[in-house]
Structure formats: structure tokens, C-alpha cells
Antibody
Framework: QVQLVESGGGVVQPGRSLRLSCAAS????????MHWVRQAPGKGLEWVAI????????YYADSVKGRFTISRDNPKNTLYLQMNSLRAEDTAVYYC?????????????WGQGTTVTVSS | SSELTQDPAVSVALGQTVRITCQGD??????ASWYQQKPGQAPVVVIY???NRPSGIPDRFSGSSSGNTASLTITGAQAEDEADYYC????????????FGSGTKVTVL
């Protein structure tokens, strides 16, 4: 079945780096734009970044621009989020999500999330 | 960047109708999509585009839009509809940046 599985979360000190992965299965990964969305504890959803189907275009929320990098490896069916210079306010559950095939502005498939905690 | 405003909470009696609204300038140009999130779970899309329901979403969920306001209506709310609901749209600039509303907690009484 269509599935996204995130991994790579954990506890990290402020200023350090972490790379998240999102393994896709059950669909043609290389055909879809992909997103990262996060949710701080007890808070709402925050869009983080998007990458086009071929990796040629990337856009970021202002809150992470210059610190986070979204990338993908289509032969490996995997999406990544490289997070550098982490701050306490980056503590959140991070979800990867697929672009809805009939509406590029919607997200139709979500992973279960991976938790990132930034703390000394 | 764009902002989307939602009421923090709304309650509805079992079997009755509830409308959740989302306001923002970007909604004059782009449709909202709506996501249901239950505690400890990932969001699930319930409405996207003009008024499209993904497979498996009950037809009691519907969407509409007018001016700068998008609405999600649950007609005949069920106990299992109790959840947080978030709207989302593209930024009004047209660049593929996205924004979520602050979320509405729906309580079914």
C-alpha cells in the first residue's frame, strides 16, 4: 500500500545537526513533489519545505531558510531533510507528505512522523 | 507571508451540523485543503480543491469558499469526527510556499 515512513529523529543539542529520512513505497515516488511539515508539542501544523518531483526546485518556510535543506534520492525512493544549526524552537514532530496528484496544493499521504527534540 | 485564521474551538451536538471557517487573503486566489488530526495521529486530508473528498472520507464532509473565507462543513456530525481541523493553502504570492491555519478543535457533544 501507499506509505511514507519517517526516521532519523532524536534528541540533539542546540547548534547541532540532524538528518531526517522519509522512505516511500507503493507509488511512483519520482513523479510527485514532496513536503515536510512539522508540529511543535501542543501546537498546530507548520509547513517547512517542498521539493519538486525531480529535485530541481526547492522552497522553504522563512523559519528554516538557510538552516534546513530538503533533498531526495529518487532511485532510493527517499526524501531527506538536513537540519543544521538547530534551535529549541525546532523541537517538533516532523512529517513528510506527498503532493495530492489531482491538486498540487494539497497533501494526500502523510507519514506517521518522527520526533526531534532540541535540548541541552 | 500569508496567514490563515481559524476559530480555536467549536462544539456540535451529535448528528447536528457544524461549519468551520478559515480566513485569509490567499483564499481569494487558491482553494483551501482541510486536514483532520486526532490525538497522536498524523493529519488526514478530508477536503481539497473546490470540494473534493478523497476516497474513504464520508460524504458528510464538504467544503466551500467565498471571497477570503473557506469553510468545512460536517453535516450530521458523528462522535468519531471529534478532532482538530486545519486549513491550508498556497501563499498568495503564487510561489510554492504554504501556510496552515491555527486549527479548530471540534468537540462532539
Amino acid at each position: 500500500q501507499v506509505q511514507l515512513v519517517e526516521s532519523g529523529g532524536g534528541v540533539v543539542q542546540p547548534g547541532r545537526s540532524l538528518r531526517l529520512s522519509c522512505a516511500a513505497s507503493g507509488f511512483t515516488f519520482r513523479s510527485y513533489a514532496m513536503h515536510w511539515v512539522r508540529q511543535a508539542p501542543g501546537k498546530g501544523l507548520e509547513w517547512v519545505a517542498i521539493i519538486s518531483y525531480d529535485g530541481s526546485s526547492k522552497y522553504y518556510a522563512d523559519s528554516v531558510k538557510g538552516r534546513f535543506t530538503i533533498s531526495r534520492d529518487n532511485p532510493k525512493n527517499t526524501l531527506y531533510l538536513q537540519m543544521n544549526s538547530l534551535r529549541a524552537e525546532d523541537t517538533a514532530v516532523y512529517y513528510c507528505a506527498r503532493e495530492e496528484p489531482l491538486d498540487p496544493d494539497a497533501f494526500d499521504i502523510w507519514g506517521q512522523g518522527t520526533t526531534v527534540t532540541v535540548s541541552s | 507571508s500569508s496567514e490563515l485564521t481559524q476559530d480555536p474551538a467549536v462544539s456540535v451536538a451529535l448528528g447536528q451540523t457544524v461549519r468551520i471557517t478559515c480566513q485569509g487573503d490567499s483564499l481569494r486566489k487558491y482553494y483551501a485543503s482541510w486536514y483532520q488530526q486526532k490525538p497522536g495521529q498524523a493529519p488526514v486530508v478530508v477536503i481539497y480543491g473546490k470540494n473534493n473528498r478523497p476516497s474513504g472520507i464520508p460524504d458528510r464532509f464538504s467544503g466551500s469558499s467565498s471571497g477570503n473565507t473557506a469553510s468545512l462543513t460536517i453535516t450530521g456530525a458523528q462522535a468519531e469526527d471529534e478532532a482538530d481541523y486545519y486549513c491550508n493553502s498556497r501563499d498568495s504570492s503564487g510561489i510554492p510556499l504554504y501556510v496552515f491555519g491555527s486549527g479548530t478543535k471540534v468537540t462532539v457533544l
